[in-house]
């Protein structure tokens, strides 16, 4: 069985945080697989915004920094499910929010706050 199904294709919104401790070439590599699994899903991305290595709230898997990217894509729903298990298990994501939206908004990267305003 084929993973590309037909069906009707849904929008979506994924934030993924991969380590920030990759070389460049390998952080490009690890998005630019996401990226082909998509594809591979029978999806397609519309948007990537790359907001870059941030300082995280609190250390997940032992990382206190992480590279931010947010994606806008649009896929079967039926595919969600094994892209999230992929995503689970890839060893260069730190962790990853995919969520469902009506339409795509235009998302702002958050700026720095000043060190005054800590």
């Known amino acids: ?3 590309k199904e037909t069906g009707e294709l849904r929008k979506y919104e994924i ?3 991969v380590k920030a401790t ?3 070439q390998q952080k490009k ?6 990226e082909d699994l998509v594809s591979e899903f029978g999806g397609s991305v519309s948007e990537a915004n790359i907001w870059g290595k941030r300082h995280m709230s609190y250390p ?3 990382h206190q920094e992480g590279y931010y ?3 806008n894509l649009e896929m079967v729903p039926s595919t969600t499910k094994e892209f999230s298990r992929l995503l689970t298990i890839n060893p260069d994501v730190v962790r990853f929010l995919l969520r469902n939206v009506k339409q795509f ?3 702002a990267v958050p700026s720095e706050r000043k060190q005054s305003e800590r």
């Open 1 to 3: 069985m084929s993973k």
């Open 15 to 17: 934030m993924v945080i």
């Open 22 to 24: 990759l070389p460049d």
């Open 29 to 34: 590599l690890s998005l630019k697989k996401i």
């Open 60 to 62: 997940i898997k032992k």
């Open 69 to 71: 990217v947010v994606y």
């Open 105 to 107: 908004e235009k998302i």
